[in-house]
């Protein structure tokens, strides 16, 4: 008997009603489920829920953060660091575990839907009907996107597996292949019309979560992206391709309702509208978020699992951020602090004489998104005490640095995006990363209309008309964030795009992606450094230090592995070795 591999065993078995044909024990066949109005619309619901959340522990496999549990023996940040991962361990020793089987669960699942929605013998209109088949496309292409930004090119499947299905004739498609077909869900989901029922813009009651137009035209953008990006472009797509699908994307959802988040707090309750909508709920039906244009995972409780030491029932301080992502927020001027190192180990900084940065109070000045984003010394506390108690990470002091205590930080900063200051034990009002937002589209877009025709010109797609610096500067403006300046060529806009890319989507799990496609992982993750802040006498003295080198910036690490295991069993049935570069065992 062949061996199945375990992702597709269901779907082999689901594929055959008389398999499912147990009468007198409670269970229903798929013919009766999809010839029950109810029935057809709890399975569609069941397809969803398939999405690796994101969250702010990614940070600390990226030079984003150094985790504080990089002291702890057998922590996976420590191992992770140390290149001590295989492709049997890498599930329990990475940010999301191996989704490889659950993501294949979600588009086995859609499969049998868009399957059995074809005959379904039910009382809905053929407008309901094309709404649901809408959403299942949409579904399976975000998880056909989900899996080969993690793994690269995977097999396709748009069918159910038959009972007997012959499994070693299957192949890895190439990554431009898997994206042919993710384009094409998307838009078989965007040629149902808007419209209720219909596959709408908007999201009503009971309805948080589903897919919708802007998700299609997100995910489409972003495969195209990634598919143009270095490290995959086979010359299937070209920069202007993504740029005119990206800008089709972005011009709708504009036309659309959505915008970036510009509500401007209370100085009590936040810093910026930016800090704002880190901690503030997506779902609303759009009436006051405006910009989130799909969310998955919960809450996070920063407060306890990545806060502050000086903080009640506290545990520890988890993704610690380095002085890299500190040097990455320019100041307030639009200059960036910081022009590089004169040492190799990054300890010795060239100062911008025109960024007005002074060494002795690095802290002053900076973009808004920083104090939105980072506990910093000196830092106020309680936003409704501005004179009240300040952040102390100076050695010795409340939030002091340490190398040894999980509970205080490792680099002499703490991570407060997403923390709400009110936030603790029972009283948790702290926030949760955004799949995809608005503000990654600008972005997306601005990489892409560089790269086809430099930071000036415009792309037009019908209606939409925008260049590269707009869409940033779009971004920027909402940030409170000066200008990119006009007449910069295509390399320079680059270097200060991705800067820009790395603050407003700091800690949102697309630096880990970021570096990978862009194939700078070598440099990016050789080694972190911290910032170790001393008091004597009321005179603060700043001192850059650098961690211990990380193993994890190899290319093995490029890409997730196959769990060993399940490459063997492949490898046994066609005869091909699916593992990823540099995971063999």
Not at 300 to 313: D, I, R, V
Not at 323 to 346: F, V
Not at 410 to 428: L, V
Not at 526 to 536: D, E, L, N, P
Request: hydrophobic fraction near 35%; aromatic fraction near 12%; include cysteine.
């Amino acid at each position: 008997m062949k061996k199945i591999f375990p992702f597709l065993l269901a779907a082999a078995a689901l594929a055959c009603n008389k398999q499912l044909d147990l009468p007198q024990d409670g269970r229903i066949t798929l013919g009766e489920v999809f010839n029950d109005y109810d029935y057809t619309r709890g399975y569609l619901n069941s397809c969803y829920g398939f999405v690796p959340g994101p969250h702010v522990d990614r940070s600390s496999f990226t030079d984003e953060a150094q985790d504080c549990d990089d002291i702890t023996a057998n922590s996976r940040y420590r191992a992770w660091y140390a290149g001590d991962v295989t492709a049997s361990s890498y599930g329990g020793q990475s940010s999301d575990g191996q989704p490889w089987q659950r993501l294949f669960e979600g588009i086995r699942k859609t499969n049998v839907f868009l399957s059995g929605i074809r005959s379904a013998n039910i009382v809905a209109t053929p407008e309901e009907r094309n709404s649901w088949v809408a959403q299942a496309h949409a579904l399976r292409g975000l998880y056909y996107f989900q899996l080969i930004k993690r793994y690269g090119g995977v097999p396709i499947f748009d069918k159910p597996l038959p009972i007997g299905y012959d499994f070693s004739k299957d192949r890895r498609a190439k990554f431009s292949e898997v994206v042919a077909f993710i384009v094409k869900e998307c838009d078989s989901a965007l040629m149902v019309p808007p419209g209720r029922p219909g596959f709408n813009w908007d999201i009503y009651e009971n309805q948080y979560g589903i897919m919708t137009r802007a998700v299609a035209y997100a995910v489409k953008s972003q495969a195209m992206l990634y598919a143009a990006s270095p490290l995959w472009n086979d010359g299937s797509y070209s920069w202007q391709d993504v740029a005119n699908t990206t800008g089709e994307a972005l011009g709708a959802c504009l036309s659309n309702g959505y915008s970036l988040f510009s509500e401007v707090p209370d100085a009590a309750i936040a810093q910026n509208g930016y800090a704002l909508y880190h901690f503030t709920t997506s779902n609303d039906m759009r009436t006051r978020d405006k910009e989130t244009i799909y969310h998955v995972g919960g809450q996070m409780a920063m407060w306890q699992n990545a806060g502050l030491p000086s903080t009640p029932s506290m545990t520890k301080s988890g993704p610690n951020p380095t002085q890299e992502m500190i040097d990455r927020y320019e100041m307030a001027n639009g200059e960036a602090p910081i022009l590089g190192y004169s040492d190799a180990d990054r300890l010795v900084p060239i100062v911008n004489p025109a960024s007005g940065y002074d060494p002795q109070n690095p802290y002053t000045g900076r973009d808004p998104r920083f104090y939105a984003s980072i506990w910093y010394n000196g830092a106020v506390r309680r936003l409704d005490q501005p004179a009240g108690k300040k952040i102390e990470t100076f050695v010795g002091g409340t939030e002091g640095i340490s190398e040894d205590n999980r509970r205080n930080t490792r680099t002499g900063y703490y991570i407060r995006k997403f923390n709400n200051w009110k936030s603790a034990q029972n009283a948790n009002a702290d926030g949760s990363v955004r799949l995809i937002r608005l503000a990654e589209l600008y972005l997306n877009f601005a990489e892409a209309a560089n790269q086809a025709v430099g930071p000036d010109a415009k792309v037009t797609v019908g209606a939409f008309s925008m260049s590269a610096r707009e869409a940033v500067n779009a971004v920027r403006a909402r940030a409170g964030m000066p200008a990119f300046p006009a007449g910069m060529n295509k390399e320079t806009f680059e270097k200060k795009y991705r800067n820009e890319r790395a603050v407003e989507l700091a800690f949102e799990e697309h630096r880990f992606f970021d570096v990978r496609r862009w194939k700078i992982l070598q440099q990016t993750d050789q080694f972190v450094t911290g910032m170790r802040i001393t008091k004597v006498n009321d005179v603060l003295s700043y001192q850059r230090f650098k961690f211990t080198a990380r193993s994890s910036n190899e290319d093995r690490f490029l890409l997730y592995p196959l769990d060993q295991g399940e490459a063997d069993k492949i490898r046994e049935l066609t005869g091909v070795n699916w593992q990823n570069p540099g995971w063999n065992e």
